[in-house]
């Protein structure tokens, strides 16, 4: 049996640290465009609309990760393409993703005083005018740190796309834990590379929020 | 014709009729004062004005033109009539510049110069030229509403709708947005204001205009209004005060 | 797509469907009791817990929050045995979700305690309560009526998040899942069945937790 040394596991995670943050990327702006489609349909005044962006959240926040990633790659496989695993993995986290955005950005959107939507109405505004001059750029203000918080999430949801084979991160850690017999080692430093790319987020979100609160309080 | 012709307006919320035909002629150039007890109907009267509540029967038109609940007649009645609010309401990320340029901007696509320019004016009207650049939250609440009144009059409203505009204020700021007001009505602009300021209605209005669970109950020039109450209802609600 | 759905096979298998239902819901009970629980501490430690505790809370909070429930749950059940910790899967999964819970519920509470209002220690210190007295009597129970909701959701995520605990060979739902499609290899429908069981579970531990506050934080009659 060969010798494994600390660094050749480090090497062999780091490099599929890489997939673990380009899926990443593209769950965060494929989720981002579709959950601003979603949040559009839910704030406007079209009655289907809303109730087909509430039902869609309904349904991805009610049902594990884990089951949307079988779907899609099953689901997909009804086709009768054969799917690749990191297909079926890019569009179940940007459908899900997009479901928590959605909810995220909509409550932004409804902390934007009452008062505001009045004023702007007052001087003439349409309700389109209203919602782009005087409502999103205040909503956008407030998304920012709830935004930049969830994408930790979307870090750590790709870790279950290693299940249905798609090799990053979390996969790469069973394989080598698998040829080296060092799991403790293995696990750890696939938890510590996780905290590498998440803890940043989370801090820098912590942060805009409190910058937020505090120019709020001096109105 | 008048200026602002109201007529048997009924607003409800729920089973909750809060305006229960509503009459009201306003001349241009006119000052009323709207009084009467918290939950008359006062903000209920002015906001239908506006068009921020629909009205459930009745009818609102000014200088000639219906309120009607799309948005294209809805955009030309505010054309006409801006509106000043308790809280201001100034767009916090703008500046007091900005706060004013907006809506010539975007709802009457004034070039940018000449829409800053008009925006100068305006803040110079209120005296506060020297804010141009200031944010709502660099401002005092008294500062704060003379801008919204610069945001509503680059707008060229012909009337404006006040309500309770000093209620929000510290008693020392009172006296800035009063002054402001009465230059306004000075100049001839239609006002139609809520408020608790009897000396000032006193002093500048026209005409007083005292509601009472959803009625217009008494009507009149403020000398007779003030000084000889018809009803029981407006001699209790002045000897409360 | 000439794929025909059937779903009146999968009766067959409902005896499978039915213990791994039971089996996730006996996790998320063990999960939210303990977890809370251990937030609720974790919350007093860094609200209002003694110096040399609060950085040890902090560490395992960020830890926790920062790295995947999956990798958590191997690092547990494969890594743990390394350092003579052995357990089998059910405990290793239960004891992933009440660390994992109680992380997120620390910050949420804290968040509910921060939100009291300064007179209401000094109201209790006032009545001669210690610290840990006026935690107890008058702060706690509004702190955790504030966040309730925020409670709820993250209880409801972490029962989302136990379907991952399949992979440690622990039979929950989605164990059954996957071994419906193994045996009868008509996948879609046996995860489009399962996930509609969660979506149901979901729906019901809200209301569920819903109640709970409602009994929790309901005023006592007037007399
Ligand atoms: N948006 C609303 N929904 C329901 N009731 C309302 C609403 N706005 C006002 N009301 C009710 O209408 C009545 C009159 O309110 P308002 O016009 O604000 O009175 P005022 O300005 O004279 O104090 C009050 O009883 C108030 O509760
Ligand atoms: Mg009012």
Redesign the pocket.
């Known amino acids: 049996m060969t010798q494994f040394t600390l660094w050749d596991i480090f090497r062999n995670l780091l490099l599929a640290t890489r997939w673990t943050i380009l899926l990443s990327l593209v769950s965060f702006l494929g989720g981002g465009i579709l959950g601003l489609i979603l949040l559009f349909m839910r704030i406007g005044h079209n009655r289907a609309a809303q109730f087909f962006s509430k039902i869609y959240v309904e349904i991805f926040q009610g049902t594990p990760l884990l089951m949307q990633l079988f779907l899609a790659f099953f689901g997909l496989g009804l086709f009768g393409i054969n799917v690749p695993a990191w297909l079926a993995a890019g569009v179940a986290l940007i459908a899900w993703t997009a479901a928590f955005l959605v909810e995220i950005w909509r409550g932004c959107v409804e902390s934007v005083a009452s008062g505001q939507w009045e004023a702007a109405a007052s001087l003439g505004m349409g309700y389109l005018q209203q919602m782009r001059y005087v409502i999103l750029p205040q909503a956008l203000k407030i998304a920012v740190a709830p935004t930049v918080g969830f994408s930790v999430q979307v870090i750590k949801g790709t870790a279950l796309t290693s299940i249905i084979g798609f090799v990053e991160l979390s996969k790469a850690g069973s394989v080598v834990t698998n040829a080296t017999f060092q799991p403790f080692t293995v696990y750890g430093l696939v938890a510590l590379l996780y905290f590498a790319l998440c803890w940043p987020l989370s801090k820098s979100s912590q942060i805009l929020e409190r910058k937020l609160n505090v120019a709020h309080r001096n109105h | 014709m008048s200026l602002i012709e109201i007529t048997e307006v009924r607003k409800s919320?729920?089973p909750?009729e809060?305006l229960k035909g509503i009459n009201l002629d306003i001349e241009p150039g006119e000052v009323i004062a709207i009084i009467?007890?918290?939950?008359?109907?006062?903000?209920?009267?002015l906001r239908c004005i506006n068009g921020l509540?629909s009205i459930n029967s009745g009818s609102i038109s000014v200088a000639g033109a219906q309120l009607l609940p799309d948005e294209l007649h809805l955009k030309a009645l505010r054309l006409k009539v801006g509106m000043i609010f308790q809280q201001f309401n100034l767009f916090p990320h703008l500046t007091a510049g900005g706060n004013v340029i907006l809506s010539q901007a975007v709802v009457k696509k004034t070039p940018k110069p000449e829409a800053e320019a008009i925006a100068r004016q305006m803040l110079d009207r209120v005296g506060l030229a020297a804010k141009f650049d200031a944010y709502p939250d660099e401002l005092s609440g008294g500062q704060q509403q003379r801008v919204a009144i610069a945001r509503a009059l680059a707008m060229r409203p012909i009337a404006l709708l006040c309500?309770e505009i000093t209620s929000a204020l510290d008693p020392e700021l009172v006296g800035e947005v009063l002054a402001v007001v009465r230059s306004l009505a000075a100049e001839g602009m239609t006002l139609l204001m809520?408020t608790h300021e009897m000396k000032f209605a006193r002093d500048v209005c026209s005409r007083v205009v005292f509601?009472h669970h959803g009625k217009v109950h008494e009507i009149g020039r403020p000398e007779a209004v003030f000084a000889n109450p018809q009803t029981p209802e407006l001699k209790q609600f002045l000897g409360m005060l | 797509m000439s794929y025909h759905f059937n779903f009146g096979w999968l009766l067959v298998y409902y005896p499978e469907l039915l213990k791994g239902t039971w089996v996730t819901i006996q996790l998320i009970l063990i999960g939210a009791v303990f977890g809370v629980s251990l937030g609720v501490f974790c919350a007093w430690v860094r609200a209002l817990g003694p110096a040399w505790l609060k950085p040890i809370v902090s560490v395992y909070v960020e830890l926790i929050r920062n790295t995947p429930f999956l990798i958590q749950l191997f690092f547990i059940f494969f890594g743990l045995p390394s350092l003579g910790l052995q357990m089998g899967e059910t405990s290793a999964a239960n004891l992933a979700m009440i660390i994992n819970l109680g992380a997120y519920s620390c910050e949420i509470i804290r968040a509910g305690i921060e939100a009291t209002p300064r007179g209401q220690f000094e109201a209790g210190a006032s009545l001669a309560m210690t610290r840990f007295e006026t935690f107890r009597y008058v702060v706690l129970l509004p702190a955790l009526k504030r966040i309730w909701p925020a409670l709820s959701s993250q209880i409801v995520i972490v029962m989302l998040g136990s379907s991952v605990v399949s992979q440690i060979a622990v039979e929950d739902l989605t164990f059954a899942a996957n071994f419906i499609q193994s045996r009868s290899f008509r996948a879609f429908e046996a995860y489009f069945v399962s996930t509609f069981i969660y979506l149901t579970l979901a729906i019901l531990l809200r209301l569920l937790l819903k109640f709970i506050g409602g009994r929790l934080f309901q005023r006592k009659a007037a007399r």
């Open positions: 919320f729920g909750n809060v009467g007890k918290s939950g008359s109907g006062k903000s209920t009267l509540e309500d809520v509601m």
